[in-house]
């Protein structure tokens, strides 16, 4: 038998013994990698197997496969559809009763298209011709069962996969590329591996997504510029969660990857919160940490003494202003505070497994417990936290051979009461976590998606990220506790809600996010964090046909390790933003958006640039240059949506130290330097630097000479403060942030830097104890170019 069958531009053709052969396009390219492609395999207590025989039937357009080894036969329902095909597990009939299957896989297919891979989506494509695979369903999961040892043909490596194989739904291939999905019998308990812990107790589920009847997947072809056409009309077509954002579906909505601010406001300054935000240009503020406790998200008073009625008066605040808010969560983390964990702990809180008492023991009794497994408590977590009846317990130890103890126990942990155990009671060791957190099983997950839901719907909340996702992996139900949580939270706020998530992409939940902002910037400079990570994303973002977002950037004061965030800096982000036409954070408390001087400029500068790029005012040659993390940007508005754009280049600090001079010798240095530009007036940035931690010291009277001419400063700095030119005769000299202190007026107007190579030179007066040193950074530019949308239309 050899039946014939399209999925949109995809031509396929199923044999005999249920293999997906001869996949061509519209032009009979041939894509198959050859025959190990069965339409579905079946898993048996680690079996797999490959049905051995195929029987369509064209009236019912079902196609049924026999799987003999386990005695199975798998009905599967299709349905052609103009740009796709869909398949659905209709019935699946066990022969004698002989075995109840664990699982179904669709494929994986075996393709000959390489080039780009996107292994979230499920599209794989060579830059003309695109084949997806989609999972239509939370219960079919994008990827390979993680208990189950991937096939022969899939174990090449993917360098610049984000995921595992087994949480990717489309993967490289020796020949080309591979498409793949799967359904769990959840009806069945068992042990197996999860979220990197090996042969874990996985309960089993009786809710609607439990059996393997009704799995359905969706394939397709399509020539690459119309992939996202063709899963949107999948997307409608099946019933999958289809979200927009200003009405336009979120995939392809300009206002997906739009930028936002990061402020810890509260009841009492939002206003104030609002006002940098619009000064930003920027449409949604984004609350980072609003919450006391994460499993109930109760707010936090001090924050919102009026709860949810607060944070609802702030949301209409800003709704008022043309504004939407935005909240943080650590989606199914559960604090120790929460009242699922204290003082009575819910017994739907999940455990890695469980034992049962050997001795009864009463309240008053501690030092250790006998228990009839050992196993659960011997894997290595954050903590040694167990659960008995209404009591939590805290262990140091195993021991290390039967009868089984828990050593160094300590009763009535986080607030709950020690009570007498009978001899039998069940006790549960809990997952943990880093943060200190537990979580909570499927049946509870359930209840903190619906909170959520709550929330957005009585408050009017417009933006989220799911952070800490990978929690949901605590269930032991793989990308399905992903995907339901993330669906039930979708069904829950019932209006649009830009959304992303951690390092969690399944296939499924593709469609729900928004995009997924990833980046963070703590404890390194500007254009240090994590940088090669935010360039990668891109590419992923880019194979995954996920709007592309740059990550979290904070706007800092100064402190022991960092200066006080500065325009170059924040420049800097926002030329990269533009070259990758990406969105992006800025994150900055508001004590240290009062406190920068800098504040006004720098968020005037993302005003700017953010209207330039949403516009499309960029020419391709000026994004592409933009992109190189080595490179240096200043826009300078002219009039409404003109600009002019320069080339920056920026010294590393020149350094000049009072260590080595003589008594009475004025300090001096002479700093090679060359200008890649045309001749300029001499711009820079002087700090001094205080010594020891000391801010006695300063310098008096600082000259600069270029090219023979002299430019003095007849005024003092201080350690800890900055003399700044800009090209003119007027100096300012700033406190540590920034903030201008007073105005100076030089000897005589910069010097010119001419355009190569030269030394600049510098002295001054040291005075104090200890001296400070200095470190100056001297910046030119190119000629600017001009930047509007003109050159659209040329």
Known sequence: ??????????????????????????????????????????????????????????????????????????????????????????????????????????????????????????????????AGLLSLNAKTIGGWPSELKALDFAEAPFADGKFEYRMSTAWPTA????????????????????????????????????????????????????????????????????????????????????????????????????????????????????????????????????????????????????????????????????????PLPDNRLQTVGTARLMEAVSESESGELVIDNAKPF?????????????????????????????????????????????????????????????????????????????????????????????????????????????????????????????????????????????????????????LEWRLSNQRYFERNFIPPMIGWFLIRSASNRFEATTLDEIEWVLSKAAGFNAGFALSADMAVLRRNGNTDRLLESVRSWERARQIGAFTPEQREKMKDPRSDWHLEELEEDRWSLYAMSISAPLECSPEELQPGQPGGADWPFFNKHNEQPFRFCMRVTPAYGYEDGYIKRPTFCVGGQYMTFETEVRAGEYLVCDGDRSGRIMDRNWNVLRTVEASSIPPIVRAGGQTISFSCKFEGEPKPSISVKISTRSVPEPVNTVWKNA
């Open 378 to 530: 011997q894997v290595e977590l954050h903590g040694k936290t167990a659960i008995i009846g209404n009591e939590l317990i805290e262990y140091d130890s195993v021991s290390e051979s039967e009868p089984w103890k828990l050593l160094g126990v300590k009763r009535g942990a986080h607030g709950t009461a020690a009570a007498a155990h009978t001899g039998g009671s069940e006790i549960g060791r809990l997952w943990d976590h880093p943060y200190h957190v537990f979580f909570p099983n499927l049946e509870l997950q359930d209840q903190y998606s619906d909170r959520i839901g709550e929330l957005f719907r009585f408050t009017g909340l417009k933006q989220i990220s799911f952070d800490g996702l990978e929690g949901c992996y605590a269930t032991g139900q793989d990308d399905y506790g992903v995907n339901r949580f993330v669906k039930r939270c979708y069904d829950g706020w019932s209006k649009e809600v830009i959304n992303d998530a951690s390092i969690v992409v399944s296939n499924y939940a593709w469609h729900i996010f928004t995009r997924f902002n990833w980046g963070e910037p703590w404890g390194a400079a500007t254009r240090e964090g994590q």
């Open 1 to 130: 038998m050899g039946v014939q069958f399209n999925a949109g531009s995809l031509s396929f053709w199923i044999d005999e013994v249920g293999n997906l052969t001869r996949l061509t396009d519209a032009h009979d390219t041939m894509y198959d990698a050859g025959k190990d492609s069965p339409l579905l395999r079946i898993v048996n207590d680690g079996e797999i197997e490959r049905p051995c025989c195929a029987a369509y039937d064209d009236e019912e357009n079902k196609i049924s496969l026999h799987f003999e080894n386990m005695g199975v036969w798998v009905h599967i329902k299709i349905v052609l559809k103009e740009l796709y095909a869909t398949f659905e597990v209709a019935e699946i009939t066990e022969i004698n009763g002989k075995c109840e299957i664990d699982a179904v896989i669709w494929g994986p297919y075996e393709t000959m298209i390489s080039g780009s891979i996107g292994e979230s989506v499920g599209v794989v494509h060579n830059h003309r011709f695109a």
């Open 175 to 342: 020949k080309g590329s591979l498409l793949q999905a799967y359904a769990r019998n959840r009806a069945k308990g068992g042990t197996r591996p999860v979220w990197g812990i090996h042969d874990v107790e996985v309960p089993s589920l009786n809710n609607e997504d439990a059996a393997i009847i009704g799995s359905k997947v969706a394939l397709f072809g399509c020539a690459v510029e119309h992939v996202l056409e063709t899963i949107e009309a999948i997307e409608l077509g099946e019933n999958l969660p289809h979200p927009t954002i200003e009405g336009v579906w979120g995939k392809v909505s300009p206002a997906a990857n739009q930028s936002y601010l990061i402020t810890d406001f509260t009841e009492a300054t939002i206003a104030e919160a609002i006002t940098y935000t619009k000064r930003a240009g920027l449409n949604y503020v984004y609350h980072p940490d609003p919450f006391a406790q994460w499993g109930h998200f109760t707010l936090k008073p001090e924050s919102f003494p009026n709860g949810d009625a607060g944070l609802r008066a702030s949301v209409k605040a800003a709704e008022s202003a043309g504004m939407h808010v935005g909240i943080h969560t650590l989606s199914n983390f559960t604090t120790l505070n929460d009242s699922y964990v204290t």
